[in-house]
């Protein structure tokens, strides 16, 4: 009798268990894979996410890379505006918006890797800028800074005062002071720092990077689980760094260095942003599903890169604290709700 009862516990424990898991399965808001594909160019890369105070809802800023353009080398990688996409329904789906209107020079120019900040009722964009369109790497890319009421029209603020002037990639914090921060990609593919008050004249502590190592691009740094993060990209997957004070960094290991089996998340990750909705954080990154490797890509004896080598999707994937630093199995299945953000969530 009494080993009767235990097994009958037993089953009713465990298909307690098994329901409980099923019912978690079916609540959970699964991502999808790819998260965005840019349907004009095909070309979607580094991504930012922020939320939009007048719409009220998620947008995406991203560089659009000419992907479809069946042009000599890397001169897809020119000429780009900056994409626009948001969702209205918490990241399930996002639609293509059309491009930011960035032009205060005459000419067919090149933007990258935007950066934004919502700041005493204004938003902040700072994004790379190079004059006109190159077949092969080249040109100088400097920063530029721009303001806007509404993200649609934008003005020119300027170019911020750096030590170099071939710089990329900036990503911006506020420091708990009030001050801004903004660490960006400097010589040797290093990090380097600088600071202001106003997010417009721009101080320099030193031309000695802060991020040192391997060589990368990509910086984010943002604050999760008490701590201050910043992530790089090494082309090879994102490098994690961990803070106290955002002065001294921790060279942690690296997320997205693996090829994921959701459609498109191939070969690796690259290039992206992180948004803290609550208690949980989600990394956007782009892939270029078609290669092997992120920087494997043959030319063809025309001198054009084929369009599988060229096309990029954009992904999203749950950052998560174990044993004392992030991990990221973008594998598994995990919620993904962009629900609105907090006052304290706000970029």
């Known amino acids: 009798m009494k080993l009767n009862l235990f097994y009958l516990v037993f089953i009713v424990t ?7 898991q099923a019912q978690e399965r079916d609540n959970m808001h699964a991502a999808p894979a790819p998260l965005f594909r840019d349907p004009v160019t095909d070309g979607a890369a580094d991504p930012v996410v922020f939320w939009n105070h007048k719409e009220k809802a998620w947008w995406m800023l991203y560089t659009q890379r000419r992907a479809n353009s069946e042009t000599a080398d890397v001169a897809y990688c020119y000429g780009n505006a900056i994409g ?10 996002w639609a293509y918006r059309g491009t930011l209107n960035l032009d205060f020079e005459n000419g067919h120019n090149t933007f990258w890797a935007p950066d934004i900040v919502f700041h005493k009722g204004k938003y902040h964009l700072f994004v790379s800028y190079i004059r006109g369109v190159y077949n092969h790497w080249a040109g100088k890319p400097r920063m530029v800074h721009y ?3 509404d993200l649609w029209n934008w003005k020119f603020e300027g170019f911020p005062v750096l030590p170099f002037d071939n710089v990329i990639n900036p990503t911006l914090f506020q420091m708990p002071d009030g001050n801004w921060r903004m660490w960006y990609k400097g010589p040797n593919s290093l990090t380097y720092m600088a600071e202001s008050r106003d997010l417009k004249k721009w101080h320099s502590p ?9 060589p990368h691009e990509g910086e984010k740094v943002f604050r999760f689980v008490g701590s201050y993060w910043m992530l790089t990209d090494e082309w090879s997957g994102m490098r994690i760094y961990k803070s106290a ?5 921790e060279k942690q290991g690296k997320i997205l260095d693996k090829a994921g089996k ?21 990394v956007f ?30 992904q999203v994937a749950e950052l998560v604290l ?26």
């Open 14 to 20: 465990t298909s307690c268990f098994f329901s409980l």
């Open 84 to 93: 626009i996409a948001s969702t209205e329904d918490k990241g399930r789906t």
């Open 147 to 149: 303001t806007s009421k």
């Open 206 to 214: 030193s031309k000695e990077p802060v991020i040192k190592g391997n």
């Open 245 to 249: 004070d955002l002065e001294h960094w």
């Open 262 to 282: 959701r459609p498109d998340d191939t070969p690796t990750g690259a290039h992206g942003d992180v948004v803290v909705v609550g208690n949980k954080a989600y």
């Open 285 to 314: 990154y782009f892939t270029h599903p078609g290669r092997k490797a992120h920087s494997a890509a043959d030319i063809r004896p025309d001198g054009v890169l084929p369009y599988e080598f060229r096309r990029s999707s954009i």
């Open 322 to 347: 174990k044993d004392g630093t992030l991990t990221c199995l973008r594998d598994e299945p995990f919620d993904f709700e962009m629900t609105p953000p907090t006052e304290r969530d706000i970029k």
